[in-house]
């Protein structure tokens, strides 16, 4: 069965700074989709970034990328000049085809110091 | 994305007594996912609605206590039935992506349960 690890339960990060949140994820699969999702307090979950297995390129979308390392089965995320905003408990997921289902990692609640 | 709206957004219940949340999608979608996240922690997927069929419960969540009904490709409910205090969680759903893959799944805002 699939299974994905978050093994830092608590970040913080000073603002303007980068901070990376890590993921792994384990699987026999080959095609699969990963993902990083936001959830700030009380507020709606938010997808940040999507990565298909199959692309070799790493995911970006403005400050926010990700280092997917498929042979170590890793999926970190990279928040760039962190704002207050990104304060927030954030999921890795990931997803395959075989089953339907996305699959969550135990979060991370990211701090953000002024 | 689509826009979900789900209701109540939050109550307060006895237990004992029962709850229907509600899900509504602006667009028309096959699938429908509802998920508890229990407090501070992950999500945990409760079952797949497709509109015209049962709802596929996981292992540990079963229909009489968690019905879900579909009765259309807008919209969907999860009742939680009998409730005592380790229901109180947040119940969320969730759709796939309307058009292209399915893989990605978007979220309501959830609705905030709690049982006392």
């Known amino acids: 069965a699939q299974t994905v690890t978050q093994s830092q339960p608590e970040m913080s990060v000073q603002e303007a700074e980068t901070v990376t949140l890590s993921c792994t994820y384990d699987?026999?699969?080959?095609?699969?989709?990963l993902f990083w999702y936001k959830q700030p307090p009380s507020r709606q979950m938010i997808l940040v970034i999507r990565q298909e297995a199959y692309k070799q390129q790493n995911a970006t979308e403005n400050r926010f990328s990700v280092n997917f390392q498929k042979a170590a089965k890793s999926f970190s995320l990279k928040i760039s000049d962190s704002q207050l905003g990104d304060a927030a408990m954030y999921f890795c997921?990931?997803?395959?085809?075989?089953?339907?289902?996305?699959?969550f990692g135990q979060g991370t609640t990211l701090q953000v110091k002024p | 994305s689509a826009v979900i709206s789900q209701k109540p957004s939050r109550d307060i219940c006895q237990r004992g007594t029962s709850l229907t949340i509600q899900c509504q999608v602006d667009?028309?979608?096959?699938?429908m996912f509802w998920y508890r996240q229990q407090p501070g922690q992950s999500l945990t997927l409760i079952a797949t609605?497709?509109?015209?069929?049962?709802?596929?419960?996981e292992s540990g969540f079963v229909i009489d206590k968690f019905p879900i009904s579909r009765p259309n490709l807008t919209f969907s409910t999860l009742t939680v039935s009998n409730m005592s205090p380790e229901d109180s969680s947040i119940y969320l759903c969730?759709?796939?992506?309307?058009?292209?893959?399915?893989?990605?799944?978007?979220f309501g805002p959830g609705t905030r349960l709690t049982v006392l």
């Open positions: 699987t026999s699969e080959s095609d699969y989709y």
């Open positions: 969730s759709v796939p992506e309307a058009s292209g893959t399915w893989d990605t799944q978007y």
């Open positions: 667009s028309q979608v096959t699938m």
């Open positions: 997921a990931y997803f395959t085809g075989n089953t339907g289902k996305l699959i």
């Open positions: 609605a497709n509109q015209g069929s049962e709802a596929t419960y």
